[in-house]
């Protein structure tokens, strides 16, 4: 990959050291494979820096993902690199209690809750917020109240946000959209899901 | 993600057992970012079923990618999951002898062979031939030879090519090919490439 030169230099009074470590939101979406997969390869990057890194997966299902969070998990432990923090809606949020009965649309709404108090915090330098398109698309969170905290997060934290659908008030605030694109997916010739490569 | 249900279940004889389990081809193009952290997300999942993977990056810089190969070389070095291996055109690859005066369509070339020889022998589970659309595209490797060498492959293995202008009769021979998409890229906005996004 070339070390691309910018085509525009902004006049935003901004050295380049500046804006180079300007703390970024990329959105991953589109309908085709590879918008988690490359939010977890973020995450290698990331630990690698030794940044703490937070995932909160915002999905009902916990089979998905564990080859990521496993990894993710054991490099974290490592001490080698940044700390991993993992949260999962599905099983229900590790700092909820566990006989708390929410709905899906609650538990989507306090994962947001919780990462909210964790960007006021700084508590991450790198936040994957999988699946996080999902809840804003089918209207259980804001996406106005997203923007707005993404917009005025202190210190310099990265968040990465995945899913199909990623409101478009979202894609405006964000420095970095990815769409991914189904040009051919296993599925239309009748092929499932396996395992190593789907989880 | 939903586990998807496939809308057409072919005629081929095969059980979906049989199915699910076929060895992918699978291609990551596109303009946009994501094409190789998704490719080494994919190895997350690799590992975290014990198979062996083996990195082969088409790339001239080294400077790339770092964090993700250290974060994929701690993996596998922790004897939890499968075992990393991982070439570098960059830096020469590994297999050849220090003082060889490669051009890089020579390395790249060079870089196919042992990749043939490794398919041959089955040594990896899942192969990632980071950029290797490139030398397709520029004519250095033969689309036509990787096509029939890859449908020809012998036993279980999975390979994951990436990189801009995949030729198309790798794309149709190929189980799943994602078209990663530039919607919006920080470098429009005169935004270098930064530490712990980037590499």
């Not at 299902?61 to 974290?76: P, Q, Y």
Request: aromatic letters at 10%.
């Amino acid at each position: 990959m070339p070390q691309g030169q910018p085509s525009v230099v902004p006049d935003d009074g901004l050295t380049t050291r500046q804006r180079r470590n300007r703390p970024l939101v990329l959105v991953h979406t589109g309908p085709g494979k590879g918008k988690s997969t490359a939010a977890f390869g973020l995450a290698l990057r990331a630990w690698n820096q030794g940044w703490p890194v937070g995932v909160f997966q915002f999905v009902k299902s916990a089979k998905w993902k564990v080859g990521e969070e496993r990894a993710l998990r054991v490099l974290g432990d490592t001490g080698e690199g940044g700390t991993v923090a993992w949260h999962k809606m599905g099983e229900g949020w590790s700092w909820v209690q566990r006989d708390s009965q929410f709905s899906n649309e609650e538990a989507a709404r306090e994962g947001w809750e919780q990462v909210k108090r964790d960007l006021a915090a700084e508590t991450y330098k790198l936040y994957v917020l999988d699946e996080f398109a999902y809840p804003m698309h089918w209207g259980w969170v804001d996406p106005a109240e997203v923007v707005s905290v993404l917009r005025d997060r202190p210190g310099h934290q990265h968040v990465v946000i995945t899913g199909r659908n990623a409101p478009q008030e979202l894609c405006d605030v964000a420095d970095l959209v990815t769409e991914m694109t189904k040009v051919k997916h296993p599925m239309d010739a009748g092929q499932k899901g396996q395992r190593g490569i789907e989880w």
